[in-house]
């Protein structure tokens, strides 16, 4: 059971908008902890996505970008593509566990 | 280029040792703060421990809390790990990875990963 709630899958077909959401708790997300996005293409190490709620790292399209509202944030990938295909992961810190936390991972479909 | 190459994973019984090292190139390793993170045969990602550019802050979550120890030697660029009293649940691919540590925690570049297989 992960301490950050993700749905375990998602599908949409290509070109289609597509989001993943995040659930935390008042001592994680809702404390205003920064929320981070990893994609993990089947058999690769994870890599930053989107990190404090809505920045990409160099090289990561603009059809990826997060948000952030209460105790939850989400994903939303646009125009969606065959190689968005992989597990999507949210990252943020617990202050009650005083550990960094993951979702338990989404996986993304593409009809 | 930024690299982290993880080596040392490998078969091991439970209650053995092991130790894991992340070799870094292409940034100034000791200006960063460095991470652990597994990730079991096809479950989701777990932090495991971080370590400051000095190793004066070190902290670990509670289930290898005792077991495990994360170190450095910024003189070699290199990040290890070295876990005893290993458990099954153990078993995972470890990470390392460079952390983000201003005012807001996050983890920018990843090794490829190094399997640690516990089991008799």
């Known amino acids: 059971q992960s301490v950050l709630t993700q749905p375990h899958s998602v599908s949409g077909a290509p070109g289609q908008r597509v989001t993943i959401s995040c659930t935390g708790s008042?001592?994680?997300?809702?404390?205003?902890?920064?929320v981070h996005w990893y994609q993990q293409l089947p058999g690769t190490a994870p890599k930053l996505l989107i990190y404090s709620k809505n920045n990409r790292p160099s090289g990561v399209p603009d059809r990826f970008s997060g948000s952030k509202s209460g105790t939850s944030a989400s994903l939303a990938i646009t125009g969606l593509q065959a190689e968005d295909e992989a597990d999507y992961y949210c990252q943020s810190y617990d202050i009650s566990l005083s550990v960094y936390v993951f979702g338990g991972g989404t996986k993304v479909s593409v009809l | 280029e930024v690299q982290l190459v993880e080596s040392g994973g490998g078969l091991v019984q439970p209650g053995g040792s092991l130790r894991l090292s992340c070799a870094a190139s292409g940034f100034t390793f000791s200006n960063y703060w460095m991470t652990w993170v597994r990730q079991a045969p096809g479950k989701g990602l777990e932090w495991v421990a971080n370590i400051k550019q000095d190793e004066s802050e070190k902290y670990y979550v509670d289930s290898v809390k005792g077991r495990f120890t994360i170190s450095r030697d910024n003189a070699k660029n290199s990040l290890y790990l070295q876990m005893n009293s290993l458990r099954a649940e153990d078993t995972a691919v470890y990470y390392c990875a460079t952390v983000v540590a201003t005012g807001t925690w996050y983890f920018d570049y990843w090794g490829q990963g190094t399997l640690v297989t516990v089991s008799s």
């Open positions: 008042s001592s994680n997300i809702g404390a205003g902890y920064d």
